[in-house]
């Protein structure tokens, strides 16, 4: 015989703390998460009292918070149906079914949970609540169907709802009840529910938030908590501050926000809310070196628009200096790449972290504005609404920590000195979901992926673009204040002249005066050496092509001749001496170009002669007649009768001119048509001017075009090419520059004018 019974679950009195525990982290998310409750109630204000603190907002035992708002609020059914039922469904409904509340919000919150903040702030809560009044409204829906839809109308209903907990006869756990154990289980805890028929608290009256006087709508709600659980610092309510400050674009002017946070301590506003606001727009309008406003990236048409420092910069996937980035050639690979993630819009201020105090500028922090600005990051927001959570110091949703982890730091801006916002909308950005519990975006799916890499090019143009051209204008000035206070050897002659008659002085300054000059030498010599090392690097990569070209063409047709023979296949003497003839040409190119290239190495370039220019110039068109003929560029040399003489070695020509064929052919292969080169060589005024027809040079770019390290093909260029060629021709008394008159100008693109004026011996 089997006995069965029906039996209920029926959880202790303790999953309130243990829920509270899981779901709210400390006091601070608690308060936070309450004010969220206010915003999905459509508040435009919250005003959040610490009444009865002690000054440093330490507790004492009459202490209590206070939190109001005048959102929609809560009847009777609303309290005894969905308040008292945790995890209640009415906002997971809301939210996956995409309704917005009346003023356009998408929901905080969806797992219902949110009333357990209240239980990690304090034991006695009173929840005075006055619902705001509906009528019904007859809409037709996209269907034509006629639908019956309650409105809010702009009074509060008759009644006030009181809603009273007091568990301070209970410890934390619920284990025990004034000092006595006892097995309490969650339907033993007593709640009161109050229904006031002539409303009190919540009336039409006037009230002051900040500086402002307000009337008070007749609706809304007031919670207040007492018999406090935890302590309270400036530093928890400047948090606090913080986190609300988040909820919303940190940008947002306050004229054109729809929700307000105040806090007070008694009948006075903090000081935190205005002082931190004041604080971070400061840094941000005032500190940073960009100013990245009004962007925005169009998904149809792939283009990147936004203002500068006051200047309009317009982008897209066709300009060299976004499909120059490796980022770029790796994940969209060419211009017609289609991307899923929608338009979006964006604005960041990029900072400098390392200005030292030797070198101070406009826009040095000081340390608490260097910590201001390392608790933002790049936030990312839907409609407003911050996405969780993205923009928290310790969360890299852009990969940046990760990318600087794997390639050199210098090829990011780094996370904390970026301070920005990301803007997506529900309508405008569909397949970018949100996880079920808020925390970040779905992982999964092309659309993600774009708009990360998408954003990761736009910062990556930005460091390696306009950045880099501060970091330059920045050396150059830090330069010129060291050169103003005075080389360190006309220092020490200056003390050797104030010290003559001090022989122990004087003979330190001899002693440091040698090793200086010793150590100097070193360091030149080693410069000189890194230098002309990169250079050969450089054009061996340009020349290693065309030679691994022939060998593996050689290899080729060896190896078929050597299957052939091997099967026993006839070949007949004529064919035979054609395919070896065909085998020794490849290789006796290879054995061209290794001369030519022998004459970059250290052991053939150090010999200064006479060298006629031509001769140079057809050695390395030799290396790039392939490439120009695939590429259908025309090339021309025209020369005056007069050669060009110039007293060098071959290595520095070689390398000069290698580097300006190189950057034509890239350049050039960016133009659909009149794809050129001409060369102008004057023997006569000791001159020669290259030149092609392809997009020039950016008037941005023109200061830079021979610093280290700055290139304008993205990542694809080092940036060390016109640096190195500028170097080797300044040894010889040389120039290189770009033309500045039109007579120097002979093709549309760019133009670079080299003199030889040193006379020949």
């Given at each position: 015989?089997?006995?069965?019974?029906?039996?209920?679950?029926?959880?202790?009195?303790?999953?309130?703390?243990?829920?509270?525990?899981?779901?709210?982290?400390?006091?601070?998310?608690?308060?936070?998460?309450?004010?969220?409750?206010?915003?999905?109630?459509?508040?435009?204000?919250?005003?959040?009292?610490?009444?009865?603190?002690?000054?440093?907002?330490?507790?004492?035992?009459?202490?209590?918070?206070?939190?109001?708002?005048?959102?929609?609020?809560?009847?009777?059914?609303?309290?005894?149906?969905?308040?008292?039922?945790?995890?209640?469904?009415?906002?997971?409904?809301?939210?996956?079914?995409?309704?917005?509340?009346?003023?356009?919000?998408?929901?905080?919150?969806?797992?219902?949970?949110?009333?357990?903040?209240?239980?990690?702030?304090?034991?006695?809560?009173?929840?005075?609540?006055?619902?705001?009044?509906?009528?019904?409204?007859?809409?037709?829906?996209?269907?034509?169907?006629?639908?019956?839809?309650?409105?809010?109308?702009?009074?509060?209903?008759?009644?006030?709802?009181?809603?009273?907990?007091?568990?301070?006869?209970?410890?934390?756990?619920?284990?025990?009840?004034?000092?006595?154990?006892?097995?309490?289980?969650?339907?033993?805890?007593?709640?009161?529910?109050?229904?006031?028929?002539?409303?009190?608290?919540?009336?039409?009256?006037?009230?002051?938030?900040?500086?402002?006087?307000?009337?008070?709508?007749?609706?809304?709600?007031?919670?207040?908590?007492?018999?406090?659980?935890?302590?309270?610092?400036?530093?928890?309510?400047?948090?606090?501050?913080?986190?609300?400050?988040?909820?919303?674009?940190?940008?947002?002017?306050?004229?054109?926000?729809?929700?307000?946070?105040?806090?007070?301590?008694?009948?006075?506003v903090h000081i935190s809310q205005e002082r931190y606001k004041e604080k971070l727009t400061t840094c941000l309008e005032n500190k940073s070196v960009f100013k990245v406003k009004d962007g925005k990236f169009d998904s149809k048409t792939n283009e990147i628009k936004f203002e500068l420092n006051g200047k309009q910069i317009e982008l897209s996937f066709d300009d060299p200096d976004i499909n120059g980035l490796k980022l770029f050639q790796k994940y969209f690979k060419d211009s017609s790449y289609m991307t899923e993630c929608g338009d979006f819009n964006f604005e960041f201020y990029i900072f400098d972290l390392k200005i030292s105090s030797e070198n101070p500028s406009k826009y040095m922090l000081d340390k608490d504005e260097k910590d201001i600005i390392k608790e933002h990051r790049i936030y990312l927001y839907r409609d407003n609404i911050r996405v969780m959570p993205y923009g928290d110091p310790d969360d890299d949703w852009l990969r940046i920590d990760m990318a600087r982890g794997t390639v050199s730091a210098a090829e990011f801006l780094s996370n904390d000195q970026v301070v920005g916002c990301v803007y997506i909308t529900q309508d405008g950005n569909p397949k970018l979901k949100d996880k079920t519990n808020r925390e970040g975006l779905i992982e999964e799916g092309k659309a993600l992926e774009d708009f990360i890499n998408v954003l990761q090019l736009i910062l990556k143009y930005l460091r390696k673009k306009v950045y880099a051209q501060y970091l330059i204008d920045k050396k150059r000035k830090a330069d010129i204040d060291h050169a103003k206070k005075g080389r360190p050897l006309e220092i020490i002659e200056k003390a050797k002249k104030q010290y003559q008659n001090d022989e122990n002085t004087l003979k330190f300054l001899n002693k440091f005066e040698t090793s200086y000059r010793q150590e100097q030498k070193v360091l030149f010599d080693r410069i000189d050496k890194t230098e002309s090392l990169a250079a050969v690097g450089l054009s061996i990569e340009t020349a290693s092509h065309d030679i691994m070209l022939f060998i593996k063409k050689?290899?080729?047709?060896?190896?078929?001749?050597?299957?052939?023979?091997?099967?026993?296949?006839?070949?007949?003497?004529?064919?035979?001496?054609?395919?070896?003839?065909?085998?020794?040409?490849?290789?006796?190119?290879?054995?061209?170009?290794?001369?030519?290239?022998?004459?970059?190495?250290?052991?053939?370039?150090?010999?200064?002669?006479?060298?006629?220019?031509?001769?140079?110039?057809?050695?390395?068109?030799?290396?790039?007649?392939?490439?120009?003929?695939?590429?259908?560029?025309?090339?021309?040399?025209?020369?005056?009768?007069?050669?060009?003489?110039?007293?060098?070695?071959?290595?520095?020509?070689?390398?000069?001119?290698?580097?300006?064929?190189?950057?034509?052919?890239?350049?050039?292969?960016?133009?659909?048509?009149?794809?050129?080169?001409?060369?102008?060589?004057?023997?006569?005024?000791?001159?020669?001017?290259?030149?092609?027809?392809?997009?020039?040079?950016?008037?941005?770019?023109?200061?830079?075009?021979?610093?280290?390290?700055?290139?304008?093909?993205?990542?694809?260029?080092?940036?060390?090419?016109?640096?190195?060629a500028k170097q080797l021709l300044d040894k010889y008394d040389y120039t290189i520059d770009l033309a500045e008159f039109s007579k120097d100008k002979k093709l549309k693109g760019a133009n670079f004018v080299m003199e030889f004026i040193k006379e020949v011996q």
């Open positions: 015989m089997c006995l069965s019974k029906n039996l209920k679950i029926r959880p202790y009195a303790r999953l309130i703390t243990m829920l509270g525990d899981q779901l709210i982290k400390n006091e601070i998310i608690a308060l936070v998460e309450l004010i969220k409750n206010s915003y999905d109630a459509d508040a435009s204000w919250v005003k959040v009292s610490f009444i009865d603190f002690n000054e440093d907002f330490s507790v004492k035992p009459i202490s209590k918070i206070v939190i109001e708002d005048d959102g929609c609020g809560m009847d009777e059914k609303i309290l005894e149906k969905h308040w008292l039922n945790p995890a209640t469904p009415d906002k997971l409904k809301r939210k996956s079914e995409r309704t917005l509340t009346d003023k356009k919000r998408i929901m905080q919150g969806e797992k219902g949970i949110g009333r357990f903040a209240i239980f990690k702030l304090g034991k006695n809560i009173k929840i005075i609540s006055r619902r705001q009044k509906q009528i019904k409204e007859e809409v037709q829906l996209d269907n034509g169907v006629l639908s019956i839809k309650n409105k809010f109308i702009d009074e509060g209903e008759n009644v006030e709802n009181i809603l009273s907990y007091n568990f301070s006869n209970y410890d934390d756990n619920f284990l025990f009840e004034s000092g006595e154990e006892k097995e309490l289980f969650l339907d033993d805890l007593d709640v009161v529910l109050e229904v006031e028929q002539e409303p009190k608290v919540i009336m039409a009256e006037k009230i002051l938030l900040g500086t402002s006087e307000i009337v008070r709508k007749p609706y809304g709600t007031r919670i207040e908590i007492s018999d406090l659980k935890s302590n309270w610092s400036v530093a928890k309510i400047e948090k606090v501050q913080r986190e609300i400050g988040k909820m919303q674009p940190i940008f947002a002017k306050d004229d054109f926000s729809d929700f307000h946070v105040w806090i007070y301590q008694d009948e006075k050689t290899l080729e047709n060896q190896d078929a001749l050597i299957k052939e023979l091997m099967l026993g296949s006839e070949i007949n003497q004529n064919e035979l001496i054609t395919r070896l003839t065909l085998i020794r040409g490849n290789l006796s190119m290879v054995e061209t170009q290794m001369k030519d290239i022998q004459l970059l190495f250290p052991s053939t370039k150090s010999k200064t002669k006479n060298i006629n220019v031509s001769d140079i110039i057809e050695k390395v068109y030799g290396l790039y007649k392939r490439p120009f003929a695939e590429n259908k560029i025309k090339y021309n040399v025209c020369s005056t009768d007069k050669p060009l003489i110039v007293k060098t070695t071959d290595a520095v020509l070689l390398q000069v001119l290698i580097n300006l064929f190189d950057n034509a052919l890239y350049w050039l292969k960016t133009v659909s048509k009149e794809r050129e080169i001409l060369i102008s060589i004057d023997g006569n005024q000791q001159k020669l001017i290259f030149s092609d027809s392809g997009p020039g040079i950016k008037e941005e770019d023109i200061p830079y075009v021979f610093e280290a390290f700055y290139s304008g093909k993205g990542e694809e260029g080092r940036g060390l090419g016109l640096y190195i």
